[in-house]
Nanobody, 121 residues
C-alpha cells in the first residue's frame, strides 16, 4: 500500500516561515510529478506548487517568490518551504504524487492526509 505522510504544519505569525515535508512509502517503482495543494474552509482545493522528477517547478501566482518546492528522489520526499506567510495562506495543505507501483501499471495519483497551516498573531 502506498502512503503519503505529511509533516511540518502548525501555527506561525504573519511573516513567519514553515517547512512542510511529505514522504511516500510502500511499494514504489517510480514517482513522477509531486506537488502541494491547499484547501481553505469554503474554498476549492488549489494547486500551490508542483515539481517534476527532473526538478522543473510550477507555482501559483499567490505564492511565487515566497514558497519553494523541492524534492529528494532518493528519499521519495517532497518539501515546501513557506516564507513570508500571509493571513491568506492558512489552509489544510495536501501532498500529491503520481506514483507507479510496478512497470506494468500506469502512474496513479495519491494524496496525503493533509496538514494544517495557521497564520495568526
Amino acid at each position: 500500500q502506498v502512503r503519503l505522510v505529511e509533516s511540518g504544519g502548525g501555527l506561525v505569525q504573519p511573516g513567519g516561515s514553515l517547512r512542510l515535508s511529505c514522504a511516500a512509502s510502500g511499494i514504489i517503482v517510480s514517482i513522477n510529478a509531486m506537488g502541494w495543494f491547499r484547501q481553505a474552509p469554503g474554498k476549492q482545493r488549489e494547486l500551490v506548487a508542483a515539481i517534476t522528477r527532473g526538478g522543473s517547478t510550477n507555482y501559483s501566482d499567490s505564492v511565487k517568490g515566497r514558497f519553494t518546492i523541492s524534492r529528494d528522489n532518493a528519499k521519495n520526499t517532497v518539501y515546501l518551504q513557506m516564507n513570508s506567510l500571509k493571513p491568506e495562506d492558512p489552509a489544510v495543505y495536501y501532498c500529491n504524487a503520481d506514483i507507479r507501483k510496478d512497470y506494468y501499471r500506469d502512474y496513479v495519483s495519491y494524496w496525503g492526509q493533509g496538514t494544517q497551516v495557521t497564520v495568526s498573531s
